[in-house]
């Protein structure tokens, strides 16, 4: 009996690979409950527009300390730039009021002049001056077309809104 190997218990193996197994659940939990937070649905930001003949305008939502930068168009489909300004010039334009294609509001456009025919989806963001964010949205142009909206209201996926709620969607600690 003295030449038999002695047997090592099998515990501190099963403890291990459960330790390990559980682990590595964690991890993928915690991965996935990341991925599915980032793209909750109920966190989109509605942007308003509206088409009044050949004029374009929208509203960005802005908080009373956030002053536009940039904004871009873009034809959605084929991701061409349209349209670049620049440092709105007026109170409207920095709190995210923009009425697109009209160089006289900016101190700095792009050469792009309003297409004669709008493409179909109109993508727009803003960028806020002095910062790295920003905000934006996709429009069917002919959705915005075939809606009525009344006077002093913007198009967006949710109905007429104001300015002032487009705004209100931001939780804006005014530092006034």
Not at 68 to 94: F, H, I, N, Q
């Amino acid at each position: 009996m003295l030449n038999q190997p002695r047997k090592r218990p099998v515990w501190p193996f099963v403890v291990m690979g459960s330790v390990l197994g559980l682990a590595a659940l964690a991890a993928v939990g915690t991965w996935v409950y990341g991925a599915y937070s980032m793209s909750d649905p109920a966190t989109i930001i509605l942007a308003g527009i509206r088409i009044d003949g050949s004029r374009v305008s929208v509203k960005m939502p802005t908080c009373p300390t956030d002053k536009v930068g940039m904004v871009e168009v873009y034809d959605s489909d084929s991701e061409k730039l349209l349209w670049r300004a620049s440092s709105p010039k007026t109170s409207e334009g920095k709190q995210g009021v923009i009425t697109l294609w009209n160089a006289d509001d900016f101190l700095k456009t792009s050469s792009g002049a309003q297409p004669k025919t709008l493409p179909a989806n109109l993508d727009v963001s803003v960028t806020f001056a002095g910062i790295e964010d920003g905000t934006g949205d996709v429009f069917n142009v002919r959705k915005v077309k075939a809606a009525h909206v009344p006077d002093g209201q913007y198009w967006t996926r949710d109905g007429s809104r104001t300015a002032a709620q487009i705004d209100a969607q931001f939780n804006c600690h005014d530092s006034n």
